[in-house]
């Protein structure tokens, strides 16, 4: 993002002047006119800065300065110049949307801090904005699997591997990873996406109805079979079935499913005739079966079937730099779902859920991101998180530009552990260049050694 720049508009050539060498000591850049209409040329939804104007000047005055930018932009920071007795005009300007106001005379010293400030908060604003930007412009795979981090790139890449294919597919990952929204892109970005994709929670079937689930019955097949039943199997033929929580299967059934996805066919409950299937399958797991099969939990020639092709979900905790975009995607979701508009999220925020472990992964986070949108979590933490989480003091006391840098600093940490030092892997992680990496590392007295 480029500097950002103090619009300055006032008529009086001597204090506009004046102001603007102060504020340009200051560090900031300026753009300094009397003619409201040429600042205006200067607004517009990606301009990074704040407008200051003086309230009382010929022609159009401040407020229709203000009320004209803010028809281009409604979230503009706009700073108004007072006299003494446009105080009162200046708090109904306030009511109206301005920023702050500032009243005749003040130090150039207040005028920069009050503009850094209102930087700070345009700064969000844009980066949010181009934010949901971006994730508006994704699509396919993008869209469903969030993520910039490099686990995120090469699971993505897997998936777009093996879609196309009819390998059968063990998905690996902690409970509320996303194993189904994998399991459903292997099935929606290959080439049986127009068909049925089928999802059964081997944990959620009773033990008395699964087999008649997964392979229907015939009439009479046994008592309470009243007329015949397609299976699941048999429901996904040309598609996909996608087992979850395999793990939980009952094993006397497991080698019924063995027996399925080795000759692709299968026979209903009450009949010997052979019905060939044309099934993909997808197990999802958030075990290690290996070591069920040794424990005698699992039947392991099943798992030996399906470990042809396994694709490892990571945890979240292992990702962390991804949090604050998949919490924007999952707070676009809820917005629709609820039918809400987001609250506006602020760096320090972000940071706290950048600094948290979180054991219940995306699904945790997508609750926490329901709870914000729903305005039950707007300026507040997580549950079970203190202000200080990993940040090294209490944000909330803090100002936004030092939020900011909080954040910023939290994500290069979590980046430089979990690339265990690796100065190449975090800048390539990050999208930054391997200078931006060092400058950053050394403004905020990082090193290898926090690893």
């Known amino acids: 993002m480029e500097q950002a720049c103090v619009l300055l508009v006032d008529d009086e050539s001597d204090l506009r002047h004046s102001l603007a060498q102060g504020l340009e000591l200051t560090g900031h850049r300026v753009v300094a006119t009397g003619a409201p209409e040429e600042a205006l040329q200067h607004v517009n939804r990606g301009f990074y800065g704040v407008l200051v104007t003086d309230i009382r000047m010929p022609g159009f005055d401040g407020f229709e300065v203000m009320r004209r930018a803010m028809e281009i932009d409604p979230a503009l920071p706009v700073v108004l110049i007072t006299g003494h007795g446009d105080v009162p005009l200046a708090v109904e300007a306030m009511r109206a949307g301005a920023y702050d106001f500032m ?9 920069a801090s009050v503009a850094e400030r209102a930087i700070e908060k345009r700064r969000l604003v844009l980066e949010n904005r ?3 930007e971006d994730l508006a412009d994704r699509s396919g795979l993008e869209s469903r699997l969030v993520g910039r981090s490099p686990s995120m790139e090469r699971l993505r890449q897997m998936v777009l591997a093996l879609a196309p294919t009819d390998a059968d597919v063990l998905i690996l990952g ?4 996303g194993k189904d929204v994998v399991a459903r892109a292997l099935h929606d970005e290959g080439p049986r996406k127009g068909k049925a994709f089928v999802a059964l929670n081997c944990g959620a079937l009773p033990a008395e109805i699964i087999e008649s689930e997964l392979f229907g019955h015939e009439k009479g097949a046994f008592t309470g079979a009243s007329g015949q039943r397609i299976g699941k199997l048999e429901y996904a033929h040309g598609g996909t079935v996608f087992l979850d929580e395999i793990e939980s299967m009952p094993l006397e059934l497991q080698v019924k499913l063995l027996r399925v996805i080795e000759t692709r066919s299968i026979e209903r409950l009450g009949s010997n005739k ?3 299937l044309d099934v993909r399958f997808i197990a999802a797991s958030k075990e290690d079966l290996e070591k069920a099969g040794q424990e005698g939990r699992f039947r392991l020639d099943l798992f030996y079937r399906l470990n042809v092709v396994t694709v490892p979900i990571p945890p979240l905790r ?3 730099e991804d949090v604050p975009l998949l919490f924007q995607h999952l707070a676009i979701e809820a917005r629709a779902r609820y039918r809400r508009e987001i609250p506006d999220i602020s760096p320090a925020y972000l940071a706290r859920l950048a600094s948290r472990p979180w054991p219940g992964n995306v699904r ?4 926490v991101a329901d709870r914000f949108v729903l305005g039950l979590e707007s300026g507040s933490l997580p549950d079970g998180l203190s202000p200080a989480h990993g940040l090294g003091g209490d944000l909330t006391q803090d100002s936004l530009s030092d939020q900011v840098a909080a954040y910023e600093r939290a994500l290069i ?4 552990t979990r690339n265990e030092g690796s100065i190449k892997a975090t800048y390539e992680g990050l999208g930054l260049s391997r200078k931006a990496l060092y400058e950053k590392m050394r403004k905020y007295g990082l090193g290898r050694e926090d690893a």
Do not use: M, Q
């Not at 902690?174 to 990873?177: A, D, Q, V």
């Not at 940490?413 to 430089?416: E, F, H, I, R, S």
């Open 318 to 320: 292992d990702r962390l």
């Open 103 to 111: 009243e005749k005379p003040f130090s150039v010293g207040h005028l």
């Open 174 to 177: 902690e409970t509320g990873s």
């Open 413 to 416: 940490a979590t980046a430089l």
């Open 274 to 276: 052979s019905i060939d």
């Open 130 to 132: 181009i934010l949901r």
């Open 364 to 367: 945790e986070l997508r609750n």
